[in-house]
Each structure stands twice: as structure tokens, then as C-alpha cells.
């Protein structure tokens, strides 16, 4: 069993050599009640409990013997509000398409819009559902979800109203995120500005006050929003009480020093970086969420420089970046595999990234991404004998039982 607990006790999302400590139990228990996890140890001393011993024909117990069990990952970046895959778009780039190049021929996130704007909000949520219940069964409990794909008032709005009816379905814990700043819409091209004043003056206030989003996003590159314009919704956002996280880096370069008083919970790509906020990154909680499963669907050489970052002491979270246009997986352990073999990460720093940091990058490592007394009973069971193992076997999924929120899920 992988706690994910830190002996030395350290507090803050794990940097460095932290990230190789994965506090294993062999032969390990767990007892979780009402949903939350209550001990932890060995299953000798679980066996001698009294308090387990008198209720045990009342608890439900899950013979892990031979296998790993590991916290639920925590995908802390998905967008998964879209209505059909991008197959033109998935020729074109096989073809040598660059991203600009579909987005200039009407392709790329433009081309999600109609579909997502013309939908119901229940069809809307069956599909989010059927991506939430399959991210389950490849060992994910806890999802941060977007919106974006929608880029009116109505339609985003709608959008997160789908994850919150597909939250109230699914027994994992869902953690809404509005991104009406995904792109600017054809219907704005040349007035951006009055784009983010919507997104500023309607989008934020309503969302926040009906409590549809915990966070704001904002995808700011080349093609997107300009730093100033990601300044001004995280302003908005602050007004509100959402925190804020953002896209950057995956283009182009941007300084993310003029954002720190906003005090992101993520940067999420980071492919580009410059050397001086690395310095500064590596000083506070902001998460560095890579996703890799984005630079290989698009067939790029590079990949962030997830060595760079561990080095200097930046916390490094993965996630899928779900996705129809540019990462169309729900594994983590794809995300994973593809950090150790693309990324130079080791197998067990890739576990804490997509468990504890996963956590901390969406500021709920109080109660996700460890498996510690106290924090919620989200498990993932893996039929491998080895954690190395679930990067190795790339493409298949051997994740065979799930709890959520003590809710168990079998997936054979
Ligand atoms: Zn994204």
C-alpha cells in the first residue's frame, strides 16, 4: 500500500527528493468508515483491532493480497464538456497541420462551440458522466472539470450546470472550473476586450453567485489572452472569492511574475518557462500541472521540462488534459507512463504528481491525494505487484477496484 505519507511530516505540495517517497506498507490495511479514511496500517495490527475485530462481520473488507493500492488519482485538469471528437482535425494534424493552422481554418476549440452551445444540459451530462464513471475505472476519484467550450453567457453557465448534475451522479468528487476565457469567440475577433469584459462583468459574478465554479481558468498565449487580459479576469475572479489557475506556456513564453499576487493555485502545461520564474516558482505553493498527454497527441519532439522543474524545488502535479482536440484520454496512468518515458520522471515521482500534488494543485490536499487518517476514503486498487508497474504496462488498465468517497466501484 502507498500512503503518500511523508515521514519528516513536511507540509506544502511535495518538491524535490519528497516526490520519491511514496510512505509503502507492505501488507498494508486500511479501515475506512462513512467515507472517510479512519486507520491505517498493517493488516496484523488492523486484525488485533478490538474495535475491528467486534464490528468485523459489519465492514465490507476487499482482499488486496498481491496487489497495490495507491490514493485515487487526482486529475486536476479536464475539459470534458464537449459534445463530439475532432477527427478532421486529428487527420489534418497527421497530415502536419499545425495547432494555429486548424484553429486559422476553423478548426480547434472554435469547432467545439456548436455542438456544446446546441446541446441540452442532460445530454451535456451523460457524456461528462460517461467520461467521469470511465476515469473512475482506470482509477481517478477526484476530477477538476471545465467548462470552455461554450463561450457565451448562456452557453457556459450550461455548461457547468452539466458537471454539477454529473458530480451529484458520480460518487468521486468533482471540482468545477470556469473557462469562458478559453479562447476568444470568431463572433469578438478584434475586440477581444469586450470578450473579457463579459467574461468579467457576467460570466464570473453569475457563476460565482450561484456557485457553479471553485476556480477560474484562463488559457492566456499566442492566440488566446494576452497577460494583461488574464490580469484583468484574475481581478475579477479575486472579486468574487474563486482562485485562479491558468494555461501557460504551452505556445509561448509568458512571465508569470505579474500573476503571482493572485495567488494561482496552477500553472498548468509550462512547456515554456524562463529561468526566473522557476527562482520564484519554487518559493511558493503554485503547482506546476504538466500533461503530457497533450505534447504526444500533437506529436511535438519536446515536452515541459519536468527535470528542470523537480530540481529546483517546484511542486510538479500531471493530469490528462482531457480533451477533444489536443489529449483525448481519461488515464492517468497514460499521463503517467508518458512523463516517465518522454519526461525523465522516475515511476514514483509520477505517483506523487498525479496523487498528492494533484491534490495540492486544486487546494484540497487536506482531504485528497494521501492515504492518511482523517482524509476521504478514495482508493485505487491496482492488479499489478509492483507500483512500477502501472507506468510500465503503457495502454492497458489494470486498475480493478475503485473507492470513492468510501463508495466502492468494481471495473472486471
Ligand atoms: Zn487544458
Not at 248 to 259: N, R, W
Not at 290 to 309: E, W
Request: net charge negative; aromatic share 6%.
Amino acid at each position: 500500500m502507498l500512503t503518500l505519507r511523508l515521514a519528516s511530516g513536511k507540509l506544502g505540495p511535495r518538491r524535490g527528493s519528497d516526490l520519491n517517497e511514496l510512505g509503502i506498507i507492505e501488507d498494508g490495511a486500511v479501515l475506512c468508515l462513512g467515507g472517510k479514511i479512519v486507520s491505517v496500517g498493517t493488516t496484523k495490527d488492523a486484525l488485533r483491532d478490538p474495535w475491528i475485530r467486534k464490528h468485523r462481520k459489519q465492514l465490507t473488507e476487499i482482499d488486496c493480497a498481491g496487489k497495490v493500492v495507491i490514493p485515487g488519482f487526482v486529475d486536476s485538469h479536464t475539459h470534458p464538456v464537449f459534445v463530439s471528437p475532432r477527427l478532421v482535425d486529428f487527420e489534418k494534424h497527421i497530415e502536419g497541420a499545425s495547432y494555429e493552422q486548424i484553429a486559422d481554418a476553423g478548426g480547434g476549440i472554435r469547432s467545439s462551440l456548436e455542438g456544446v452551445r446546441n446541446a441540452k444540459t442532460a445530454a451535456l451530462t451523460e457524456r461528462i458522466l460517461i467520461a467521469f464513471k470511465d476515469m473512475a475505472a482506470h482509477g481517478t476519484t477526484t476530477v477538476e472539470a471545465k467548462s470552455g467550450y461554450g463561450l457565451t453567457i448562456e452557453s457556459e453557465l450550461k455548461s457547468l450546470e452539466a458537471i454539477r448534475a454529473a458530480a451529484h451522479r458520480w460518487p468521486g468528487t468533482v471540482v468545477p472550473t470556469l473557462l469562458g476565457a478559453h479562447v476568444v469567440p470568431i463572433e469578438f475577433q478584434g475586440c477581444s476586450q469586450k470578450y473579457v469584459e463579459i467574461v468579467c462583468n457576467e460570466m464570473i459574478p453569475r457563476a460565482a453567485r450561484r456557485n457553479l465554479a471553485q476556480f477560474v481558468d484562463v488559457f492566456c498565449d499566442k492566440g488566446a489572452f494576452t497577460p494583461e487580459e488574464t490580469g484583468q479576469i484574475f481581478a475579477a475572479a479575486m472579486e468574487h472569492r474563486l482562485s485562479v489557475r491558468a494555461h501557460m506556456g504551452q505556445l509561448s513564453e509568458t512571465a508569470l511574475a505579474p500573476f503571482l499576487r493572485y495567488k494561482p493555485a496552477s500553472f498548468d502545461h509550462m512547456d515554456h518557462v524562463n529561468s526566473e520564474d522557476v527562482q520564484h516558482l519554487a518559493k511558493l505553493d503554485t503547482v506546476a500541472t504538466l500533461v503530457p498527454g497533450a505534447n504526444y497527441f500533437l506529436g511535438l519532439k519536446t515536452y515541459s521540462d519536468a527535470r528542470r522543474f523537480i530540481e529546483a524545488g517546484v511542486p510538479v502535479a500531471l493530469a490528462t488534459d482531457y480533451n477533444p482536440g489536443t489529449s483525448p484520454t481519461i488515464s492517468m496512468p497514460m499521463a503517467m507512463s508518458l512523463a516517465c518515458t518522454q519526461m525523465k520522471m522516475s515511476p514514483a515521482e509520477v505517483i506523487a504528481a498525479a496523487t498528492i500534488n494533484g491534490a495540492w494543485a486544486l487546494r484540497m490536499a487536506d482531504r485528497k491525494g494521501s492515504i492518511e487518517p482523517g482524509k476521504d476514503a478514495d482508493l485505487a486498487v491496482f492488479e499489478v505487484e509492483d507500483y512500477r508497474e502501472i507506468p510500465y504496462w503503457f495502454g492497458a488498465n489494470h486498475c480493478q477496484i475503485t473507492v470513492l468517497n468510501g463508495v466502492i466501484a468494481a471495473h472486471d
